[in-house]
């Protein structure tokens, strides 16, 4: 018998979603606005220079396995194989775990001569060597948070990856006495590692809860075998599911940090932290998205495990919808307002004014076709989102290449816009055409 997918409730659901979307919404921007004040223009452009390392290598040692988790957790659920669910929370956070120290280890030999002889600014070694120290506590966050995610606990994973640091670390960098010297840059790295280890501690406790779920085996039919319901499948290997899910990461995180770190290699560190704070600003956008994809994962992967592919549809088309009414109005008011939004961080960032605007345009087709990437994956077709993403990689370093040199800060802004809505397009037609089109294989 076909078990039940939780559907109830959605709306209050989407809206605790939304509302912790706010609160990491806010955090992070009055983080940036703090940190344009209290550090100035050169020390913000190397803080964010290592928030951009933290995040590209965080990703790389996540393996894919977060993704992963998130479908196998909740597919396996759906159909009452907590045992299952367990083995694959237990393989996801283990990998991870010995990957991010791996990843620190590494940040640490590198942070001298990626200093010197990439970026070109000696004084970046010391916040790198610092950046080490938050690698760890920044993948077990998000990992906790993909795997509570799996649970249905979309509210509480956003918590734990994104709402909980932001806050906390801007708390910390508002009662740091006003420092000399890079005393503040180093004082705040050490504030996102601490805050990130509480979201970690959070997202654990919370796991434990949850843990009752994991106990439960398949139910079974009248001569002891193991009772499937009709039209599910075995999911593949967790490593299986990762293994294309890590070059999508990888190359989606490499997309984001390209323009920051491709400019910083062509201008000085004050037009890097222009164009970082224009760029996240646009970004709070895609938060959005991703709070709802968040949402909408599990669900995804329970309706298609469970062969209810109209189902799938129609909630598909609900998560869009939702999506754009959000996402659409915050692109207008970026794009009416860019100099005032600037200006409320510091008014040295209000020559990102056009880069702004540029960037809200592609964040605005991102909410028009949103979440595909996440059906793509939840319904097994991480090898399609590979090739979408790498192709991206492709489009991505070519503009960069030659918008960048040629037009700066404009140039970063319209070759990281043009790749956003490369896959925005690209993910809707490979969703249509792999699964909401077709019949479950």
């Known amino acids: 018998m076909l078990r039940a997918v939780p559907g109830g409730g959605a709306l209050l659901r989407y809206a605790a979603g939304l509302g912790v979307r706010g609160v990491e919404t806010i955090g992070k921007l009055g983080l940036y606005v703090a940190v344009g004040v209290r550090l100035g223009a050169h020390d913000a452009g190397l803080f964010f220079l290592c928030l951009t390392w933290i995040g590209v290598v965080s990703t790389a040692a996540r393996?894919?396995?977060?993704?992963?988790?998130?479908?196998?957790?909740?597919?396996?659920?759906?159909?009452?194989?907590?045992?299952?669910?367990r083995a694959a929370l237990l393989?996801?956070?283990?990998?991870?775990?010995?990957?991010?120290?791996?990843?620190?280890?590494?940040?640490v030999l590198v942070a001298e001569v990626a200093a010197v002889r990439l970026f070109g600014f000696p004084d970046l070694a010391w916040p790198l060597y610092l950046s080490a120290l938050v690698l760890v506590?920044?993948?077990?966050?998000?990992?906790?948070?993909?795997?509570?995610?799996?649970?249905?606990?979309?509210?509480?994973?956003?918590?734990?990856?994104?709402?909980?640091?932001?806050?906390?670390?801007?708390?910390?960098?508002?009662?740091?006495?006003?420092?000399?010297?890079?005393?503040?840059?180093?004082?705040?790295?050490?504030?996102?590692?601490?805050?990130?280890a509480a979201s970690c501690v959070l997202g654990g406790f919370i796991l434990l809860l949850e843990r009752g779920r994991l106990r439960a085996a398949p139910e079974q039919s009248a001569d002891g075998?193991?009772?499937?319901?009709?039209?599910?499948?075995?999911?593949?290997?967790?490593?299986?599911?990762?293994?294309?899910?890590?070059?999508?990461?990888?190359?989606?995180?490499?997309?984001?940090?390209l323009p920051v770190f491709l400019l910083g290699m062509a201008a000085d560190a004050a037009t890097v932290g222009a164009f970082s704070i224009a760029s996240r600003i646009s970004m709070l956008i895609w938060v959005i998205i991703i709070s709802i994809g968040t949402l909408a994962a599990p669900r995804y992967a329970?309706?298609?495990?469970?062969?209810?592919?109209?189902?799938?549809?129609?909630?598909?088309?609900?998560?869009?919808?939702?999506a754009a009414l959000v996402a659409v109005p915050a692109a207008l008011v970026m794009l009416a307002f860019p100099d005032f939004l600037l200006g409320l961080i510091s008014a040295d960032f209000r020559v990102a004014a056009v880069a702004l605007q540029i960037l809200a345009l592609g964040q605005m087709a991102n909410g028009l076709f949103s979440c595909q990437d996440i059906l793509?994956?939840?319904?097994?077709?991480?090898?399609?989102?590979?090739?979408?993403?790498?192709?991206?990689?492709?489009?991505?370093?070519?503009?960069?290449?030659?918008?960048?040199?040629?037009?700066?800060?404009?140039?970063?802004?319209?070759?990281?816009?043009?790749?956003?809505?490369?896959?925005?397009?690209?993910?809707?037609?490979?969703?249509?055409?792999?699964?909401?089109?077709?019949?479950?294989?």
């Not at 393996?63 to 669910?85: F, Y």
């Not at 393989?91 to 940040?107: R, V």
């Open 63 to 85: 393996l894919g396995l977060d993704r992963a988790m998130t479908r196998h957790i909740a597919a396996e659920l759906a159909v009452g194989d907590g045992r299952a669910a």
């Open 91 to 107: 393989q996801g956070l283990a990998l991870t775990s010995l990957a991010a120290l791996a990843a620190a280890l590494l940040t």
């Open 137 to 196: 506590p920044q993948t077990l966050a998000f990992s906790l948070g993909a795997a509570l995610a799996g649970f249905g606990r979309g509210v509480a994973a956003q918590i734990v990856q994104n709402a909980l640091w932001p806050v906390l670390t801007l708390a910390a960098l508002l009662a740091m006495p006003v420092a000399q010297e890079g005393g503040s840059l180093d004082g705040l790295i050490v504030a996102l590692g601490v805050a990130l």
């Open 225 to 257: 075998a193991p009772a499937s319901p009709p039209e599910t499948e075995a999911l593949p290997s967790l490593w299986t599911t990762a293994r294309p899910l890590l070059v999508v990461e990888l190359t989606q995180v490499g997309l984001s940090g």
């Open 302 to 322: 329970a309706l298609y495990r469970l062969g209810e592919m109209d189902q799938l549809r129609a909630y598909n088309r609900m998560v869009q919808r939702g």
């Open 376 to 441: 793509l994956a939840m319904t097994g077709r991480g090898d399609v989102l590979r090739r979408l993403n790498l192709l991206q990689l492709a489009v991505g370093l070519l503009l960069c290449g030659v918008l960048i040199p040629a037009f700066g800060l404009s140039g970063a802004a319209l070759a990281a816009s043009l790749v956003v809505l490369q896959g925005a397009l690209g993910t809707h037609w490979a969703a249509r055409r792999y699964v909401l089109n077709a019949e479950k294989n």
